[in-house]
């Protein structure tokens, strides 16, 4: 569970302030979909990085079962980060010089990144359909392939908490319904939490919960009603 207490976020440029999250509180169930919707500029990016620790909240609390991250010490954090957050973005973020397998192997490449972690790169690649593209470069994939790439790598180290900002965003309809059953099969099969930003309604199901943030606070916090 992650526990969501009195959150503000106040951004700076030069001397004026911007105040984005004013006061959100709520809770986000583990081991489901979570989805933030809202208005373009009512904070849902900057909830989502605050809640990977991508960035630090002005004040508030973040509670990841039971640890406030804010009270964690650099070291702490950082590996909180690397260890149990998969971040997915909308624009991808491959490196362009880099194969599909070593795109997924991003992460590793300060530990090293040959056989077990290899192999475990090729079977994602392959969970999400990319078997017979691993020696691709980006600029050789269509854009839903890219982002199944960028899937597999948030999901390589099996992290419990992952983070997906509009990752349907830069797709067309049918291939964002992809995405998303990959992301739900890869979420059934190891129990992650997810929590997606989204505009697109249509990828919500029933069961999911859903946080409408408007204003800096939530507006709403439901699980969603079938339509
Ligand atoms: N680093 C920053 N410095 C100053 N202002 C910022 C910064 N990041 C975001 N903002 C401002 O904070 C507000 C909320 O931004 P945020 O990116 O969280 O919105 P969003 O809900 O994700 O919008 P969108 O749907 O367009 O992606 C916006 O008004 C934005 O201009
Ligand atoms: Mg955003």
């Not at 990841?64 to 260890?83: H, K, P, S, W």
């Not at 999911?208 to 204003?215: C, M, P, S, Y």
């Amino acid at each position: 569970m992650i526990q969501v207490e009195n959150l503000v976020k106040t951004h700076h440029r030069g001397d004026v302030e911007i105040p984005v999250l004013r006061g959100v509180t709520c809770s986000i169930p583990r081991g489901k979909f979570t989805f933030i919707v809202g208005p373009s500029g009512s904070g849902k990016s900057t909830l989502l990085y605050l809640l990977g620790a991508l960035d630090e909240p002005t004040s508030g609390r973040i509670e990841v079962d039971g640890r406030d991250i804010a009270a964690m010490t650099d070291g702490e954090r950082d590996l909180f980060r690397r260890q149990e957050v998969g971040f997915i973005f909308q624009s991808f973020n491959l490196i362009s010089n880099l194969d599909a397998i070593d795109n997924v192997l991003v992460p590793y490449i300060p530990l090293g990144t040959s056989g077990e972690r290899r192999e475990s790169a090729e079977t994602l690649l392959r969970q999400v359909g990319l078997g017979h593209r691993l020696d691709h470069r980006p600029a050789h994939l269509s854009g839903g392939e890219q982002q199944r790439v960028a899937i597999a790598r948030a999901l390589l180290k099996r992290p419990s908490l992952i983070l997906a900002d509009e990752p349907t965003g830069e797709l067309d309809s049918k291939t964002g319904a992809e995405i998303f059953g990959y992301l739900r099969q890869l979420q059934a099969d190891n129990g992650a939490t997810v929590v997606t930003v989204t505009h697109d309604h249509r990828y919500i199901r029933p069961d999911d919960h859903v946080l409408e943030i408007g204003d800096g606070v939530i507006v709403r916090s439901s699980v969603h009603a079938a339509s």
